[in-house]
């Protein structure tokens, strides 16, 4: 089992600790992974992306051209990265700052309302938690459950306050998917 996944957006969005997140609790759950970060220079408003490869195997080029997971949180990123998605992939997109629909069929596309759940537990930052949640819920290639733990494991003491808030964040995008099934 391999699983590619790019993670996009803007500088600012939680985009590399997303990914950073991913890889750490891959690798505490003894599976191999890899962890790309792409940026631009600018510290906020610029692009950002990550790549990031979990596997059970030796993985055999960090390189991923078409992932089998995007989340995109931004209308620039659903441009560059919705055509690339593997065919059956999935395509997780922050409705709050997508103003169009996605084109494919072909692919498995869930639109999340990140940034407004976000508000609603308190705080617009966790936005990359709802979606990296919404994700989980819908590849299972780890369970919320070890991405909480690799939080709590690998957070910067800085960050600690936080903490809470981001698992909240994860839960709710993971609970997302069951409330619209529910509601259809």
């Known amino acids: 089992m391999q699983t590619e996944i790019v993670i996009a957006g803007f500088g600012g969005q939680g985009v590399l600790f997303a990914g950073q997140l991913l890889a750490y609790a891959a690798m505490d759950n003894g599976l191999e992974v890899t962890w790309i970060p792409s940026y631009g220079p600018e510290m906020r408003g610029g692009t950002a992306n990550c790549t990031v490869i979990i596997s059970d195997e030796e ?21 560059k990265y919705e055509p690339l998605v593997k065919v059956g992939g999935l395509l997780v997109v922050n409705a709050s700052l997508v103003d169009r629909s996605v084109g494919r069929r072909d692919i498995q ?27 989980l819920a819908n590849h299972p290639v780890l369970s919320v459950e070890a991405v909480v ?19 909240a964040a994860l839960q709710e995008g993971a609970k997302f998917l069951a409330g619209q099934l529910q509601s259809a």
């Open 149 to 167: 733990k690799a939080m709590e494991a690998h957070m910067l003491s800085r960050h600690r306050n936080l903490l809470p808030l981001n698992v």
């Open 109 to 135: 596309v869930v639109m999340v309302p990140a940034n407004e759940i976000a508000e609603q537990l308190g705080d617009r930052r966790v936005a990359n938690m709802v979606m990296l949640g919404a994700m």
């Open 59 to 79: 993985i055999g080029s960090p390189i991923v051209r078409n992932p089998q997971v995007a989340l995109v949180l931004n209308r620039p990123s659903l441009d």
